[in-house]
């Protein structure tokens, strides 16, 4: 662990600033937005060469920018409505080219409402430090797990410094999104944005104003990847959500949960533990869960959620990665989704859920594998007397 931390301490940093959200309070020098990383310096964390200003450079003074390309930090022309949009666009490219261990630092009020649920599943499958700043507090808690939060204001006043090494750094840019054009000075820069060449390729060449997901698609039965081929399997299944169906051997429930799992190529060993009302259980299908290993843990409908999650986390805690988790339950998304993807950023594992139903949306938990959980079952469906049968041959083969 420590091995990973010391190498985030250099890894590059990049920084997305919305200005229209975050400007420059009254009374800070625009030279200081650059040197108030106070947030990094706990970290020793190096600047990289990126830092992007999102923000309609029209509606600013010229002394802004030029305080601004003089620390080094890139300025980019956008339509105010487009922000969001070209800021996600610019960091899934980033990630793209910079992978871990890297930092990426968000300075928006748009956390909650616009990048929170894509970037979430985005930092399940790959993981990076992400600090973010804001003028004004999200209402609800993220489902991003970042390292790091400040208001903005007081993260600027955490530093008198008006210095910064940019040794070794791209030189300082203004870039026209509309046109694909940098420009070198401020001059220039303002120059191009009152041609009519500029004002023309605004109407013809508009940026998206919605946030494109990179992850909508995600949601396939995918083959094992080698790691988690052989690895350990844990599933904690809600029997009052997913019960098992009429007519169906009980003592088939882990055979076709581990027929399915191997159709995807795992085949490591496979712990169950079936969570509900087990008073109301019937007596027959106690006895038949557990004469295949199943465990049963008894638990009022209220508490089945809290119980799976902390099933969850303790056998997590407990199986380092490369492993796998599976969930059977209706209710994961809304109780335990926003919990299970934090911890997913935190702690790599793989992920299956089954529900009775299939969700209206995508979740924001980023799984390998889901199945409807009656299908999963018939499709390796066996009758009670086609269990007898199958038992009596086996029996007779010893013979």
Not at 86 to 103: F, Q, S
Not at 144 to 157: A, M, S
Not at 235 to 258: H, K, N, Q, T
Not at 368 to 382: G, H, I, V
Request: aromatic share 10%; with cysteine; hydrophobic share 40%.
């Amino acid at each position: 662990m420590s091995g990973k931390n010391d190498a985030a301490k250099t890894g590059k940093i990049a920084v997305w600033w919305d200005m229209k959200d975050c400007p420059v309070p009254e009374g800070i020098d625009d030279h200081r937005v650059r040197p108030s990383r106070r947030c990094l310096q706990g970290t020793r964390l190096l600047w990289s060469c990126l830092h992007h200003s999102l923000w309609r450079p029209k509606t600013n003074p010229e002394h802004v920018l030029r305080a601004l390309s003089s620390t080094g930090v890139a300025v980019v022309h956008i339509g105010s409505e487009s922000t969001c949009a070209v800021m996600y666009l610019d960091m899934v490219k980033w990630r793209e080219d910079n992978p871990p261990p890297a930092t990426m630092m968000i300075i928006t009020n748009q956390m909650l409402d616009v990048f929170n649920w894509d970037l979430a599943r985005l930092q399940q499958r790959t993981s990076y430090n992400i600090f973010l700043a804001y003028s004004i507090r999200p209402v609800a808690a993220l489902f991003v797990y970042t390292r790091k939060e400040w208001l903005w204001e007081k993260l600027l006043h955490g530093t008198t410094s008006t210095s910064v090494d940019t040794a070794g750094e791209l030189s300082t840019v203004f870039h026209c999104e509309f046109c694909s054009l940098d420009c070198q000075s401020v001059k220039s820069f303002k120059k191009h944005l009152s041609t009519k060449k500029h004002a023309i390729e605004e109407v013809l060449n508009p940026q998206p104003t919605q946030l494109i997901s990179v992850t909508k698609r995600w949601g396939k039965n995918y083959a094992a990847t080698p790691e988690y081929a052989t690895a350990k399997i844990h599933v904690s299944w809600d029997m009052s959500e997913c019960p098992i169906p009429d007519g169906y051997d009980a003592r088939r429930v882990r055979p076709s949960l581990e027929g399915a799992f191997k159709e995807l190529g795992y085949s490591g060993p496979v712990s169950i533990t079936a969570f509900g009302d087990h008073k109301q259980t019937p007596e027959r299908h106690l006895h038949a869960l557990s004469s295949t290993g199943i465990d049963v843990a008894h638990a009022l409908p209220e508490f089945i959620y809290s119980r799976m999650f902390d099933d969850l986390k303790q056998w997590r805690d407990n199986n380092p990665t490369p492993t796998t988790m599976m969930i059977i339950s209706d209710g994961a998304e809304i109780l335990l989704g926003g919990c299970l993807a934090r911890l997913k950023q935190l702690k790599k594992y793989n992920l299956f859920w089954a529900y009775s139903f299939r969700p209206w949306k995508m979740s924001v938990m980023l799984t390998s594998a889901e199945w409807l959980w009656d299908s999963l079952l018939a499709e390796r469906m066996f009758s009670r007397e086609q269990a007898v049968e199958e038992s009596c041959l086996v029996e007779v083969e010893k013979l």
